[in-house]
Every structure is written in C-alpha cells, then in structure tokens.
C-alpha cells in the first residue's frame, strides 16, 4: 500500500468524519474565521486525495463538497445582503434628512422674507412715513405728549393703532370735552369717531372745565362682528367686547382758583387748584379737547345671494384698453365654483368678454378676454395659497399687459396665463361694473367681506403691488388709478356709496352693509373727495 493509498484509508475511517464534525462546529459556534478557514483546507485536501486516489468515492465526495461550498456561500451572500440593506437604509435616510432641512431652510426663509415685508409695511413711529400724519399710541394723551401742547382752538388730525379698544392705559374722562389726560383714540372709540382697527381721528384744544361728566357708548349692538363661519370647522366661543366707557373728573377746588380780590384767574391759583403735575414734565388739567372728526377702516359685507354693488358704466376703462390692473382685499369663507369679487365681464354662450377678479373652479382667480383671442382665459391660484387663506383676509391682484395675465396672492406671483391673449380687451358687450356679482340681481358672493378695491388702466408690477397693497392710497392719486373704491368715513346704513377718484358717479348698495374692515392696512390719509360729498 502505498502512502497516498494510507492518506485516503485515514481520511475515510478517521480524518473525514472528524473534520467534517469540525465544518459543522465551527459553522453552528462563533469560533474565529482562522478556524473555519483551516478546518476546512484540511477538508478540501483531504476530500481531493480521496478523488484523485479512490475514483468510486469521487461521485460521493464531490456531491459533498458541492453541498458545503454552496452552503458557505449562501451564508456569505446573506451577511453581504445584510450589509447592503443596512447601507441603503442609512443612505436613504441621510438623503431624506437632507431633503428635510433644505425645506426647512427654505420655508423659514420665506417666513423671514413675509415678517420683514410685515413689519416694513406696518412700521410704527410717531409719523406717517408717506404722508407725514402724526402718530399716536393707545396711551397717548395730550397731556403727555408735547406736540399737544398747543393754543386753545388749535385742531390735529393724528392716525391711531388697532386694539386700542382693549388696550392702553389712559381711560377718557369726560364726554366731549374730554379732560387732556385721557387718550386720544380711546376717547374717539368712545364716541364712535373710531373703531378698534387703524384709523384716523381728528380734534380740536378747548377751554378746561371743572366738571367731566362721563357717558357710555358701547355695546348698542355688536360693533365688530364676526366673519361667517366655516362649517367644516369648530365653532369658537364668540369673543366679548370691552366696553369703552368714560369716566368723571371734577376739581373740587377749582372756585379757589380765582382771585378774591379781582375775581379773575391768576395763573399761579390755576397751577396750585386746576392743574396736576405727578411730573416736572407733565401737567394735566391745563386744557380739554373735543372729538371733531374720525375715519375708521370701512369695507363691504355682502349678506346673502342677493348682495352686490352696482358700480354704473365700465366706460372709464373700457375705451382703447389694452393694460389693466384689478386689485382688491377680500374674506371669503365659501370659495364657490365660481363667483365674483370685481367684475365687468359676460360669459353666456357666445358671449364672451371682459373681466373677472373671483373664484374660478372654487380657486382665487383672475381671467379675461382679449381681442386677438376672442377666448376667456383665467390663471388660478394653486391650492397651497388658496386654502390656508379661506376665511382670511387676501390680497388679491390680476393684471394684464397686452400680451399674458399675471395673478397675484398678498404680493405673490402665482403664475401667467399659457392661452394666447393680445391686444385690447374684448369687452364682449360687458357695460357695466359690479363687486359681488357678475350682472344685477345675481350675487355670488354670501357672506363675505371686500375692501380696498383698486383698478388701474397700467399693468402694475409685482413691486408696485406690494409696495401698496397695505395701505391707502394718498392724494393726488395715480394718473392710472381709475377706480378707486377706499369706502373709509363713510357711514353705515347709507345705500349709496362714494368712489374716491370721481370716475363714477352711480354707486349703488344692494343688501350690502358698510362694516369696519378688519384689514391692516396704513391709513396715510383722510378720503378726501368722498368727505367733501358729505
């Protein structure tokens, strides 16, 4: 026998059946891969000899070997497996936290941008940065503040801040005259000059009295109502209203204040018995003042399916158009199918021509037809700016320039307009102007509120819009601005409305309420073409 013959006759009785054991221990335990690799190097070196050397055990050994080697393999392939996956899983989430913080950056950028163009365009200081109308705080008296202090007779007109119902912390006393220690806009309030948004308020420097007799105004009725409702949502417990009351005040030694000898007022018993200095730089009781005037922050609720506004003829801006820009704020809390806000526009059957600022497909929307076209076209805001303003006031703004329509939400250009418009408007047989409604009779609008509505016979610019979206607009008005609809000063109740730049001349109310706007807007000015149809 020879030793290969000796090698094989070991392996088969002795050195197989023990490596094979040691494969299987090594494969079932967590011995070191140097082991197993060992172990079966032997394995394989020995299962060769048997090949090689003993041809009717090769059918056997090779079936064996197959067995084990696809079995080490599928082991390998499952820890590769194992390794991939885990790999992909921390790509994935490394990519989707990525993704996660670029659109976290960027929508706090936005927020940045929004709070910025915010607090520029509601910049509170002690004048109107435009107009030059003083300011004045919720706590604001004339006692206190020296620009104030002026000769009896002398009249202000001062722009006051929103809330100012509910605070501040000068009381008035007194109902006209109001004791110089009272504040300004809460005084106004209080007689009803003003409302509890941004307004303006003038009054006039009186001679002081001895007694301030205090009066009530509030709450005949509710002067703030609330928006309608989203019946989709909760209903919220309906806020309480401060009432703004005046209060008395009385010198109780304002006889001693007159000199018994001449009978006249000495300055020096006025300052000992009609006058109070808590400070070296402030005195009180050296003057009153009278409420003349107040313009509170006006706009349109429109009731029911019955409410809108006859504007008359659209003759002002339908002769040889081919720009135009329509503007309005608006809370609408239904979104319909459609409907109109600011509208001159007819679309029945073959009919077709004008314009339209409202809801197309139950979205903000602005569309119009030009002459080229012959087509009505809208551009429509997507759902992102649409919903999250449901119920809210918006801005919105459509414009043409003779080529595309352009639409905006509260500044943001949403997009153009992909159909062909070019040329002139196609005014299609539309005559007439109308705010919530597109013909007489058939309101669109339930429920909803507009104010400051603008059009302009000028395509305006994305910056122009926002540049004077929150606030009023100032005399001499634009040589564009056609239609200037500010409804500020005028009074509730009426039925016939006043337009600010005079192009029209028929205003007529239909079951539609002027309300205090609860816009935020800069009230730079007085409307002073619709004060003096007064």
Not at 384 to 390: D, I, T
Request: contains cysteine.
């Amino acid at each position: 026998m020879g030793v290969a013959e000796i090698m094989v006759s070991a392996f088969e009785e002795e050195g197989g059946p023990v490596v094979a054991e040691t494969l299987q221990t090594q494969k079932k335990g967590s011995s070191s891969k140097k082991v197993l690799v060992t172990g079966l190097t032997l394995f394989l070196v020995a299962a060769v000899l048997v090949i090689v050397f003993k041809p009717e055990a090769q059918s056997d050994s090779v079936q064996n070997l197959d067995t084990i080697l696809v079995e080490e393999k599928g082991s390998v392939q499952a820890d590769n497996l194992d390794t991939m996956l885990e790999e992909e899983k921390y790509s994935v989430h490394a990519r989707a936290t990525r993704v996660k913080q670029a659109a976290s950056t960027e929508l706090s950028q936005v927020r940045t941008q929004e709070l910025t163009l915010k607090e520029k365009a509601f910049d509170w200081s002690e004048t109107n940065p435009d107009t030059g109308m003083m300011r004045v705080n919720c706590s604001t008296t004339v006692a206190k503040d020296k620009r104030f202090w002026g000769t009896i007779g002398q009249k202000y007109t001062v722009e006051c801040p929103e809330n100012c119902g509910h605070n501040g912390n000068h009381m008035p006393y007194g109902c006209a005259p109001y004791l110089d220690d009272s504040g300004i806009c809460k005084s106004a309030i209080q007689q009803g000059a003003l409302g509890n948004d941004r307004g303006i308020v003038s009054f006039v420097l009186v001679e002081p009295i001895e007694k301030y007799v205090g009066c009530v105004s509030w709450p005949l009725e509710d002067p703030f109502p609330d928006p309608p409702r989203d019946p989709s949502k909760p209903k919220k417990k309906k806020k309480s209203w401060t009432v703004v009351t005046s209060e008395d005040w009385t010198w109780h030694q304002w006889k001693k204040g007159v000199d018994k000898t001449t009978g006249k007022v000495t300055d020096k018993l006025k300052k000992k018995y009609r006058e109070h200095c808590p400070t070296s730089d402030y005195c009180f009781g050296l003057r009153a003042f009278n409420i003349s005037g107040g313009e509170m922050n006006t706009g349109l609720q429109f009731k029911d399916d019955n409410s809108y506004v006859d504007l008359g003829s659209n003759s002002a801006i339908s002769s040889n158009v081919d720009q135009i820009t329509v503007e309005t704020w608006v809370m609408d809390s239904t979104l319909a199918d459609s409907s109109a806000y600011v509208s001159s526009a007819v679309v029945e059957g073959s009919s077709v021509g004008g314009f339209n600022l409202g809801t197309h497909a139950g979205r903000f929307g602005f569309g119009m037809s030009s002459k080229d076209s012959g087509d009505f076209s809208y551009v429509i805001g997507p759902d992102f700016l649409v919903k999250p303003n449901k119920g809210k006031w918006t801005h919105l703004a459509g414009t043409y320039d003779g080529q595309s329509i352009k639409f905006y939400i509260n500044g943001k250009y949403v997009g153009c307009s992909g159909d062909a418009q070019s040329g002139e408007i196609n005014w299609g047989g539309a005559t007439k102007l109308f705010m919530g409604a597109f013909s007489a009779g058939k309101g669109t609008f339930a429920g909803g509120f507009l104010d400051e509505t603008r059009i302009w016979k000028a395509a305006r610019s994305q910056t122009q819009i926002q540049q004077f979206m929150s606030k009023t607009l100032n005399e001499p008005y634009f040589p564009t601005l056609v239609v200037y609809l500010r409804w500020d000063g005028q009074k509730k109740g009426e039925t016939k409305g006043c337009e600010d730049t005079g192009t029209l001349d028929t205003l007529r109310l239909h079951n539609v309420e002027l309300v205090e706007s609860h816009v935020k807007l800069d009230m730079g000015s007085v409307s002073e073409t619709c004060k003096a149809k007064e």
